[in-house]
């Protein structure tokens, strides 16, 4: 499996330190695990253990990247992912806004890309992401009609979400497989890669949630509006952001 290393690394755009280290990190991952499975990650993430949390780090991000990779490509029949452990500083993070710029830098991970910056963006739920159909989003005028338990509301996009959207919408869903929209357990793996390739492996689609709301509380909105915005009923959810 060695030679899906390079077919891994070769798209990425990184300098030759950063090529070496991801090269070394995965050869030294599949000589230790041998055959891919539950138990043998295990005993991999377990000898992890005694080295600097930086390291750690470093090394189970490339790994989680890798067997994205793997699974994508039929290499592996079982989608795999190793946590990465928090240190205390950013644990103290939560409740705090974040710099999530480079979600609008390119990835390896399209769809869980657009994923991440619609929640980002516009707080919308996994569920309601891949209930969007390409009908309900029009582009001339920057909105998308979002459906929530029988209930419609319009969302305002950004220009840039909008130029994304537009790449993408192709089918009858935004996000679908032979006419028929992808399961939440899809959604959750794409946004777990995408998230791991850009080190936010901690995040999830709750955290990214959060994140949208902290974002409209700096813009001075009210909790009545960004309710409204999210499609909730109250702000009794909300009111831990008084």
Do not use: C
Not at 196 to 207: F, M, N
Not at 210 to 217: A, D, F, N, P, S
């Amino acid at each position: 499996m060695k030679e899906a290393i390079e077919q891994f690394i070769q798209p990425k755009q990184l300098s030759k330190n950063s090529r070496l280290a991801y090269t070394y990190d995965l050869e030294q991952f599949l000589e230790q695990v041998g055959t891919i499975n539950d138990t043998s990650l295990r005993l991999y993430q377990s000898s992890l253990q005694p080295l600097k949390l930086s390291v750690q780090k470093r090394k189970l991000s490339a790994v989680n990247q890798f067997l994205y990779f793997l699974y994508n490509q039929k290499y592996i029949e079982h989608y795999y992912k190793l946590s990465i452990p928090k240190d205390q500083k950013e644990s103290s993070s939560q409740g705090s806004l974040l710099d999530l710029s480079a979600f609008w830098q390119e990835s390896q991970v399209p769809q869980g890309r657009l994923i991440a910056l619609l929640i980002l963006e516009n707080g919308l739920l996994p569920s309601e992401i891949l209930s969007i159909k390409v009908t309900d989003i029009q582009f001339d005028f920057q909105i998308l009609s979002v459906e929530k338990a029988g209930q419609k509301r319009i969302v305002q996009l950004s220009s840039k979400l909008t130029e994304e959207l537009s790449r993408m919408a192709s089918g009858t869903y935004l996000f679908e497989k032979k006419g028929k929209p992808y399961s939440r357990q899809w959604a959750f793996r794409q946004l777990e890669a995408f998230l791991s390739e850009k080190g936010q492996a901690g995040l999830s689609a709750q955290s990214l949630r959060e994140q949208y709301i902290l974002r409209q509380l700096k813009d001075k909105r009210s909790l009545h509006d960004i309710a409204r915005d999210l499609g909730l009923k109250s702000i009794t959810t909300l009111e831990k952001y008084r």
